[in-house]
């Protein structure tokens, strides 16, 4: 038999690299040799201990690109030498949202490197059904189409159109795409970060206003980028209480709000002002196809690029040594990939 090296979290604050065997793909499955993997905020809270619904031992990682390199009796539309994505929503297809589209929110649904083990191995077989052909983009950029997406999916769930005026709150991957995608769709977007050295990141991979919401003067900012207005439509990703319980402040009468940052605690805020604006208020939860079809579209016009949200880069043979230090507590960190 065929083995491989993983990199396996043991329990928390314990990865360590294991030989398993390679797999062989289903019927309805392919074969991926891993070229790239993003590091996300659940690989990091599954290291230490604090993402829920998680059970070890695990692989990690969800963010994958990968080359075909066999595929099972059943595929016929793929084959060996593609590069693709993962779509790591694996869902069940049968509950209500799935029925209705939305597999995104499937009732059952198994995440790739959370709820099954995920991308930090050399390979992996994947479900076809969940793969995105992306021969035209850059592995790196491929390995990001993931978060790009639940990005894309929060900015569909906020119906953004040309002109509109968005603002996003936190600089963090999923705020980055956010802002990004707006700007691709036509919107003018306005980010807002308490740190100095994202918003320093925003404005100059992504070109547009960055403020500090902890300003005395951050609403007249605010209006001042919007004609005099407060924001028709905010995308919160900080997953901050404070920060989600402010959106109903800062959107003008009539304006929306998304939270695609998850905050494991009760939002609150001001039920007069949330009717007297006639509040539109949505949660927003991974990606659909559509959202990685979309982004995979974006990045091959270079619309959106990995530098848009990238600072770190990795080696799979050397990230065990390195992620406490240099994943785990590097505050200069916004998204890594592993590249092998």
Not at 184 to 199: F, I
Request: glycine share 8%.
């Amino acid at each position: 038999m065929t083995t491989m090296m993983t990199l396996v979290c043991e329990e928390p604050t314990k990865l360590v690299y294991r030989q398993r065997i390679q797999p062989i793909p289903a019927a309805n499955e392919a074969l991926i040799k891993i070229k790239c993997v993003g590091i996300c905020g659940t690989d990091i809270h599954a290291w230490s201990g604090n993402q829920p619904f998680f059970s070890y031992p695990r692989i990690l990682g969800h963010e994958i690109c990968g080359e075909i390199v066999g595929v099972g009796n059943k595929v016929f539309h793929l084959h060996a030498g593609q590069r693709v994505a993962v779509i790591p929503y694996v869902a069940c297809q049968r509950c209500n949202a799935c029925r209705s589209g939305r597999t995104n929110c499937c009732e059952k649904i198994s995440v790739i490197g959370v709820h099954q083990d995920g991308g930090f191995c050399q390979y992996l077989s994947v479900p076809v059904d969940n793969l995105l052909v992306v021969d035209d983009v850059d592995p790196v950029a491929a390995a990001l189409i993931e978060p790009f997406a639940i990005s894309a999916h929060a900015v569909r769930r906020a119906d953004i159109k040309a002109k509109d005026h968005l603002l996003v709150v936190g600089a963090g991957p999923i705020g980055l795409g956010a802002a990004a995608i707006g700007v691709a769709d036509g919107a003018r977007v306005v980010m807002a970060d308490t740190s100095a050295q994202r918003r320093a990141h925003v404005e100059r991979e992504l070109g547009i206003v960055a403020l500090d919401p902890s300003d005395d003067d951050f609403e007249t900012q605010l209006r001042k980028q919007f004609s005099g207005m407060l924001a028709a439509k905010v995308i919160d990703a900080t997953g901050n209480a404070r920060a989600m319980n402010n959106t109903v402040n800062l959107i003008r009468h009539g304006g929306s709000i998304v939270f695609v940052g998850l905050f494991k605690g009760d939002v609150q805020f001001s039920d007069t002002e949330f009717h007297k604006k006639e509040t539109t208020l949505m949660g927003s939860r991974n990606a659909t196809p559509e959202d990685f079809t979309k982004v995979g579209r974006l990045m091959a016009q270079g619309k959106i690029a990995a530098k848009m949200m990238l600072t770190h880069r990795f080696t799979f043979d050397q990230l065990a040594q390195v992620y406490e230090r240099d994943v785990i507590n590097n505050r200069d960190l916004i998204k890594g990939v592993i590249e092998f």
